[in-house]
């Protein structure tokens, strides 16, 4: 069926019903509408335009990548569900510091990635608004959490892979820890994007080489050994440990409450200091119990010079305190992590949890009593 037209080939708008034509709000738009008040959008989105407005609303970077890009096939249906009618992809780049993601202090690197979260975040949504008020529909998806947790654990929680985006902008590469490497900043961006119901007049392109220098320092940073040297990634170990505080660790830790007999079968299961840390995530942003991988990647243009100059330095003032910290490891019972822990980091006990991923093993009320007795003796 063609739609109606008027004399100069607009499509006419449909007949209201006399009692939604009289009011006061329909006969403002329309007297717009007749006044030229309101201009239709272009149809196509100035690319130098949008880039200007991604960096003045506080990106480092941006650039937009078309939804019919071949890389992004998987994410056609997620985004199309967020945003029907999606053309367009802006994917953006907030630097983090870098001594902060650095720091063995988890409290001063977790404040840096949370703050750059909400950086990232008011960036994306001060995009959003500015492409709202220039006519077109946008949204802008959370940075990371909050996630679709009512999706968790049998789906995928996030509304847009960014990372996916972000390469296929040309925005980085994805680096052997699993982090975008951005050519100019490495690893110390977090991405957020910008969903749009517009084309651009021009997209960011694939970056043509790799930013990663091969020098293997995520693999050795990382204390549960979810990285290989070859290339394989244990998605598992990373979350287990790294996410403890997230998600499937706040699910073993409340059935460890749930399993304990009293208080003080609680309190040998779970030292104080652990406690405490479940406490302060949950009254303030979840804290990241590594990101240690991220931390010692010297790739990118501003971030290589000091490893350049004297590795054996960079070593010993980045890696080694990563390396040598006593901390609390997390892994699944009889995992490749829990063996390479102990093997290469016997300073840091190591802990067998279930991740969250399955219920603990029932036990019977008198063997509990038994142990707990035996242990308090």
Known sequence: MTAARDTEGQPTRPRLPAKLATHPSVQAVLALRRTGGIARPSAVIDAEWLRELCLAAGADDAAPVSLDHPDLAGEREHVQAALPGTRTLIAMAVRMNRDNCRSPARSVANQE??????????????????????????????????????????????????????????????GLHRNVIHPKFGSFVLLVTVLVDAEVSEYGQKLDYNPCIDCKLCVAACPVGAIAKDGAFDALACTTHNYREFMSGFTDWAQTVADSEDAADYRSRVSDSESASMWQSLSSPPGYKSGYCLAVCPAGEDVLGPYLDDRKTFMDTVLRPLQDKKETLYVLPGSHAQEYAGRRFPHKPVREVTGGWHPPAKRSTSTDRENRETRTS
């Open 113 to 174: 990635f949370h703050q750059t979260d909400e950086l990232a975040n008011h960036a994306a949504r001060s995009v959003t608004q500015a492409l709202q008020d220039a006519g077109y529909r946008a949204l802008n998806p959370s940075v990371g959490f909050p996630q679709e947790m009512d999706r968790f654990p049998s789906e995928r929680i996030w509304v847009v892979a960014h990372k996916t985006v972000a390469v296929a902008a040309g925005l980085g590469v994805m």
